[in-house]
């Protein structure tokens, strides 16, 4: 393992959200960042710019946008002109945007809880009407989408958000059933939006699939991608939505322009040209450490009596502690305070979320090993 990856970070004290909103005896294992070094060819990039005396405004320079598309073409079998492409601040950026460029007040639009919190934030706050295809247990132990109840529910939406592969639930939707998603918002009129910022974390012989490439998505689909995520430069603030539709993307660009958000943050561009030409490598490493951590999770936390539901996707798993009967407020509270170890409450990912925790497992296993033994131990004296 090279990159010091194994070694760990100090974090504290780099205005880190994860790390400085946590009392200095707390492991953080919550929001979705990494606490790996990042890739060094970003890092190097990073600081031959800076040598520069300047900061000015910025331009992608055309090998910066050939470094997306080789990235999407290597990585995930897209085919991605470069006209398609629109930057945003963030992914959730591209979600806000979708949300009120493709509909008006008081238009449907729906989701699929329990959902990464800002797909229900984007919608409520532009005050359209939030519909909800909730996803359902199956008997396997797997989260699956209820299709029949999403044919009922897309009738009069206008715009579906998806979140693919699928946080906090882990799981990486197959592409029958993505094909049945897009052939539905088809049938009903609706625009899809395809969150992919997990894509690259498909693990253990899991292949995402995006909805970019099914039949039919040249028509009123697009996919939010970004390279924060998966190189752990969520700081930099930029990201790329992929939209082949020229009207779709013209309403997008449109509105954009209207609220002014654009992309085009310096050391965003760069980081990001950066990750998506040297990071292949480093990113291979750090998979096999989220699949090892993820191993060591389920054996631990099953062990301990938590339902868990091993992520395909992404380095986020989902728990079920609803057996030990206490509300996401008090677990949350008690995790932090008797354990020393925070973790997101179910209930950030909407009420469906009650009685479920999310584990970030982006860490050197020895970090992670030290969170699972105090959430144990926790676990252990709520069963005493
Ligand atoms: C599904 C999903 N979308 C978007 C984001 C955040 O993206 P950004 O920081 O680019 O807005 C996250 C971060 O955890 C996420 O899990």
Same mark, same amino acid.
């Given at each position: 393992?090279?990159?010091?990856?194994?070694?760990?970070?100090?974090?504290?004290? @780099?205005?880190?959200?994860?790390?400085?909103?946590?009392?200095?005896?707390?492991?953080?294992?919550?929001?979705?960042?990494?606490?790996?070094?990042?890739?060094?060819?970003?890092?190097?990039?990073?600081?031959?710019?800076?040598?520069?005396?300047?900061?000015?405004? @910025?331009?992608?320079?055309?090998?910066?946008?050939?470094?997306?598309? /080789?990235?999407?073409?290597?990585?995930?079998?897209?085919?991605?002109?470069?006209?398609?492409?629109?930057?945003?601040?963030?992914?959730?950026?591209?979600?806000?945007?979708?949300?009120?460029?493709?509909?008006?007040?008081?238009?449907?639009?729906?989701?699929?809880?329990?959902?990464?919190?800002?797909?229900?934030?984007?919608?409520?706050?532009?005050?359209?009407?939030?519909?909800?295809?909730?996803?359902?247990?199956?008997?396997?132990?797997?989260?699956?989408?209820?299709?029949?109840?999403?044919?009922?529910?897309?009738?009069? =939406?206008?715009?579906?958000?998806?979140?693919?592969?699928?946080?906090?639930?882990?799981?990486?939707?197959?592409?029958?059933?993505?094909?049945?998603?897009?052939?539905? =918002?088809?049938?009903?009129?609706?625009?899809?939006?395809?969150?992919?910022?997990? =894509?690259?974390?498909?693990?253990?012989?899991?292949?995402?699939?995006?909805?970019?490439?099914?039949?039919?998505?040249?028509?009123?689909?697009?996919?939010?991608?970004?390279?924060?995520?998966?190189?752990?430069?969520?700081?930099?603030?930029?990201?790329?939505?992929?939209?082949?539709?020229?009207?779709?993307?013209?309403?997008?660009?449109?509105?954009?322009?209207?609220?002014?958000? *654009?992309?085009?943050?310096?050391?965003?561009?760069?980081?990001?040209?950066?990750?998506?030409?040297?990071?292949?490598?480093?990113?291979?490493?750090?998979?096999?450490?989220?699949?090892?951590?993820?191993?060591?999770?389920?054996?631990?936390?099953?062990?301990? *009596?938590?339902?868990?539901?091993?992520?395909?996707?992404?380095?986020? =798993?989902?728990? /079920?502690?609803?057996?030990?009967?206490?509300?996401?407020? @008090?677990?949350?509270?008690?995790?932090?305070?008797?354990?020393?170890?925070?973790?997101?409450?179910?209930? /950030?990912?909407?009420?469906?979320?009650?009685?479920?925790?999310?584990?970030?497992?982006?860490?050197?296993?020895?970090?992670?090993?030290?969170?699972?033994?105090?959430?144990?131990?926790?676990?252990?004296?709520?069963?005493?």
């Amino acid at each position: 393992m090279d990159y010091k990856l194994l070694e760990g970070i100090d974090r504290r004290n @780099t205005q880190c959200l994860k790390w400085d909103n946590c009392a200095p005896d707390v492991l953080p294992m919550w929001v979705a960042d990494m606490d790996f070094p990042c890739a060094p060819g970003i890092m190097d990039t990073l600081k031959a710019r800076i040598s520069h005396a300047a900061l000015g405004y @910025t331009r992608r320079a055309e090998d910066d946008d050939r470094a997306v598309i /080789d990235y999407y073409a290597r990585h995930h079998g897209m085919r991605i002109a470069r006209e398609d492409m629109l930057f945003t601040p963030g992914v959730v950026k591209s979600l806000l945007l979708s949300v009120h460029a493709l509909t008006l007040p008081g238009e449907k639009v729906l989701i699929q809880p329990p959902v990464y919190g800002p797909f229900t934030r984007v919608v409520n706050l532009a005050k359209r009407q939030l519909v909800e295809n909730p996803l359902r247990e199956t008997e396997s132990g797997r989260w699956e989408m209820d299709l029949e109840d999403l044919d009922r529910k897309l009738e009069g =939406c206008k715009l579906m958000l998806l979140c693919s592969p699928h946080n906090p639930t882990g799981r990486v939707w197959e592409r029958e059933t993505l094909q049945k998603v897009l052939d539905l =918002c088809k049938k009903h009129g609706v625009y899809l939006v395809s969150d992919e910022i997990h =894509c690259d974390f498909a693990l253990d012989g899991h292949v995402h699939t995006s909805v970019l490439t099914l039949k039919g998505a040249d028509h009123g689909v697009a996919a939010a991608v970004s390279a924060t995520k998966s190189f752990n430069i969520a700081g930099l603030d930029h990201s790329t939505f992929l939209i082949p539709d020229a009207d779709m993307r013209a309403a997008l660009a449109e509105k954009a322009a209207e609220i002014g958000m *654009g992309g085009g943050n310096l050391l965003g561009v760069l980081a990001t040209t950066a990750a998506y030409t040297a990071g292949d490598e480093w990113l291979r490493q750090v998979k096999e450490i989220i699949l090892e951590n993820r191993n060591m999770a389920v054996e631990q936390l099953t062990r301990a *009596g938590a339902k868990v539901y091993p992520n395909e996707g992404t380095y986020l =798993c989902w728990l /079920d502690l609803r057996a030990f009967g206490k509300d996401c407020k @008090t677990l949350s509270q008690e995790l932090n305070e008797r354990a020393k170890v925070r973790l997101n409450a179910g209930t /950030d990912f909407g009420a469906a979320g009650e009685g479920f925790m999310r584990l970030n497992l982006a860490a050197p296993p020895s970090l992670v090993a030290e969170g699972l033994s105090r959430i144990a131990r926790y676990l252990g004296e709520l069963q005493a």
